[in-house]
Structure formats: structure tokens, C-alpha cells
């Protein structure tokens, strides 16, 4: 059996790792004993540092307009708009109280794990946790997560999602919250 054969997949990972280390630690040796001698770059260092105010601030320039591309091709929907429906949210373990409409105190919400919204409408979800840091998360009929945001204790997250397809939607806490985890689910009904 040959010598790669043995190898597994991280091996040779750490071999090519170590290489390329060894490989910039001698380039870097080598422009530390280099970089000393004589007069003989005078000229070319005069001319780098003529222009390097120049290759700064081309970089930034670059820079700048490469984060406001990456930020427009964000994958967040731009919303904006009155909100069609309000959902006040309350994670305890291991439960979700949930009510439609604006609760003045979600701390003294008696709501339920499970409630029914319009399909095409913005509903905003304003998320608080009663005990302990949830994170409640919204999964489709095909168990994909699609929206999420932290349910945090004396703190309100607020949450803007449009359900595009009627269906039942299933809520579950994605944060480590207790023994009951698993089990702390809720329902949204989209109609």
C-alpha cells in the first residue's frame, strides 16, 4: 500500500499547512537578512513610497465599493411599509405564548404555542424570553428554517417575515435552553 494511500484527507491537510508555513517563515528569514544591504535599492524604495499614499487610498476606495456591493446582494428582503399584523412572542422554558396584536407587558402574556396569520401580509413577530435566552426559529412544511431571531430575557427583538405560502409553519428553539429543549415547539397557522 502506498505511502498517499495511508494518508487520510487531514494528514495530507497538515502536511500541505506546514509546508506552506515553513515556505513563508524562509521567505520572510530571507527578507530579513535581505533587506539591510547597501544603497543599491535606494531608488526603488524612493519611488514605492512616492506613491504609496496613492495605492492606500486606491485600496480603500476598492475596498469601500466592494462592501457596498456584498451589502446589496444581501439575501434579506428589502421591507418597508406599515406592518399588517403584530404577534407579541414569549419564550419560557419549554413553551412558546404567542397572541396576535401588541402586548403592552409581554412578561404577563398568557398566550398560546400556536396561532394563525394571513399569507401575503408583514407580520412582525416582537420577541422577548421570560427566563432564559431562546431562539425562536420558524421552520416550513419542508423543514426549512426561514426566518429566526433570539428571544432574549428583558430585552424585545422585533421580527418582520411575509409568509408567502399558506401552510403550517413550525416554530422551534434552536438555543439550548434545558432538558425539555427538544420539545419546546410552537405552531404558526398561515391561512
Do not use: R
Not at 108 to 129: D, R, W, Y
Not at 152 to 165: A, D, G, R, S
Amino acid at each position: 500500500m502506498s505511502l498517499m494511500a495511508k494518508l487520510v484527507l487531514q494528514d495530507i491537510a497538515g502536511i500541505i499547512t506546514l509546508g506552506g508555513a515553513l515556505l513563508v517563515g524562509a521567505v520572510i528569514i530571507f527578507l530579513i537578512f535581505n533587506s539591510n544591504k547597501g544603497d543599491e535599492n535606494k531608488q526603488a524604495k524612493k519611488k514605492f513610497f512616492k506613491s504609496k499614499d496613492g495605492y492606500f487610498w486606491g485600496t480603500v476606495l476598492l475596498l469601500i465599493a466592494i462592501l457596498f456591493v456584498a451589502l446589496s446582494l444581501l439575501p434579506y428582503p428589502h421591507q418597508q411599509g406599515a406592518t399588517d399584523e403584530v404577534v407579541t412572542v414569549v419564550g419560557v422554558q419549554w413553551d412558546w405564548f404567542m397572541i396576535v396584536g401588541a402586548n403592552e407587558n409581554p412578561d404577563k402574556l398568557l398566550g398560546k404555542n400556536e396561532i394563525s396569520v394571513p399569507v401575503n401580509k408583514k407580520i412582525k413577530f416582537i420577541v422577548t424570553s421570560g427566563d432564559v435566552t431562546h431562539s425562536f426559529s420558524i421552520y416550513n412544511q419542508s423543514g426549512v428554517l426561514v426566518t429566526q431571531v433570539q428571544a432574549m430575557p428583558q430585552y424585545k427583538n422585533e421580527l418582520e417575515y411575509v409568509f408567502t405560502k399558506k401552510g403550517k409553519y413550525t416554530i422551534l428553539c434552536l438555543e439550548y435552553c434545558g432538558l425539555a429543549h427538544p420539545f419546546m415547539t410552537g405552531t404558526v397557522h398561515v391561512n
